[in-house]
T-cell receptor
Framework: KNEVEQSPQNLTAQEGEFITINCSYS?????LHWLQQHPGGGIVSLFM???GKKKHGRLIATINIQEKHSSLHITASHPRDSAVYICAPRPPFLQGGSEKLVFGKGTKLTVNP | DGGITQSPKYLFRKEGQNVTLSCEQNLNHDAMYWYRQDPGQGLRLIYYSQIVNDFQKGDIAEGYSVSREKKESFPLTVTSAQKNPTAFYLC?????????????FGSGTQLSVL
């Protein structure tokens, strides 16, 4: 059973649009990663956050630990943003490190010019 | 540039054959991980290692084996006991494996069965 739910599963946007991808999880967490998987398969870590908000360029990630929800926003989307975006919460109260990450199934984003 | 190198990009396995996927990193990271990705599924952990000469099973270790003889290398062998090996395999590393460290990923290997 996958305890991480991402929505939407697929998202198509026009260049310039504001994008929101959501991640909800059923158990408490200590932190959450947002990852970007390129069409070729390689994965890049975008953010790791445990509270509040982080911003990097046109990307903004927010998290609400109490509501068990995180969002990834892309402002002024561009075709090069087309990728699969994956959230990965880390459960708390467990010994160990990154091996405890639980990965969502991903949101496939396509940005058309 | 530092990073993780996986090879080959594509690999084909015959029935009954063992195949080995290579993962090399020059980031000086202690912790390394192997994940399997199936279409429409989240990444699942196969094996991980936090120090040379030591490794632990992940959630789906059956039919796989690893070694960690050098800090920079963490090869994964898909054995003939793995009956459904077709998948995309990703190697990753982090500084020490402690909580909340950033993960660095390779570009992956697509394994298919002939």
């Amino acid at each position: 059973k996958n305890e991480v739910e991402q929505s939407p599963q697929n998202l198509t946007a026009q260049e310039g649009e504001f994008i929101t991808i959501n991640c909800s999880y059923s158990v408490g967490i200590s932190a959450l990663h947002w990852l970007q998987q390129h069409p070729g398969g390689g994965i890049v870590s975008l953010f790791m956050l445990s509270s509040g908000k982080k911003k990097h360029g046109r990307l903004i990630a927010t998290i609400n630990i109490q509501e068990k929800h995180s969002s990834l926003h892309i402002t002024a989307s561009h075709p090069r943003d087309s990728a699969v975006y994956i959230c990965a919460p880390r459960p708390p109260f467990l010994q160990g490190g990154s091996e405890k990450l639980v990965f969502g199934k991903g949101t496939k984003l396509t940005v058309n010019p | 540039d530092g990073g993780i190198t996986q090879s080959p990009k594509y690999l084909f396995r015959k029935e009954g054959q063992n195949v080995t996927l290579s993962c090399e990193q020059n980031l000086n990271h202690d912790a390394m991980y192997w994940y399997r990705q199936d279409p429409g599924q989240g990444l699942r952990l196969i094996y991980y290692s936090q120090i040379v000469n030591d490794f632990q099973k992940g959630d789906i270790a059956e039919g796989y084996s690893v070694s960690r003889e050098k800090k920079e290398s963490f090869p994964l062998t898909v054995t003939s006991a793995q009956k459904n090996p077709t998948a995309f395999y990703l190697c990753a590393s982090s500084i020490s494996g402690r909580p909340n460290e950033k993960l660095f990923f390779g570009s992956g290997t697509q394994l298919s069965v002939l």
